[in-house]
């Protein structure tokens, strides 16, 4: 089974920065695609940043001001938001493809989340 554990949310002021973090263990072969989503209050989650290898994708709220990265070494996806908007206040969720073994098929994982506040 594999865990995917997110950290780094809190309470920041309009204009301020945040690091989230999602490490994930367990047993782990190899990891493909990872993701952030977010979930806001009364709305749809919805994928804020992909990195596959080296290609990053982003949602057109955050361009500019997101940053996603991965640490393959540690299993580590970070999210580097910066400029945040009271709009991006939501329970942030890592989300990744991992397979265990060589000939295993890569299954999908979700975070319980970590809620990242902005203030006016």
């Known amino acids: 089974q594999v865990q995917l554990v997110e950290s780094g949310g809190g309470l920041v002021q309009a204009g301020g920065s945040l690091r989230l973090s999602c490490a994930a263990s367990?047993?782990?072969?190899?990891?493909?695609?990872m993701r952030w989503y977010r979930q806001a209050p009364g709305k749809q989650r919805e994928l804020v940043a992909t990195i596959s290898g080296r290609i990053a994708n982003y949602a057109a709220s955050v361009t500019g001001r997101f940053t996603i990265s991965r640490d393959n070494a540690r299993n580590t996806l970070y999210l580097q938001m910066n400029s945040l908007k009271p709009e991006d206040t939501a329970v942030y969720y890592c989300?990744?493809?991992?397979?265990?073994?060589?000939?295993?098929?890569?299954?999908?994982?979700w975070g319980k989340g970590t809620l990242v506040t902005v203030s006016s």
């Open positions: 367990g047993i782990i072969f190899s990891i493909n695609a």
């Open positions: 989300n990744a493809d991992v397979k265990a073994t060589l000939v295993g098929q890569y299954m999908n994982y």
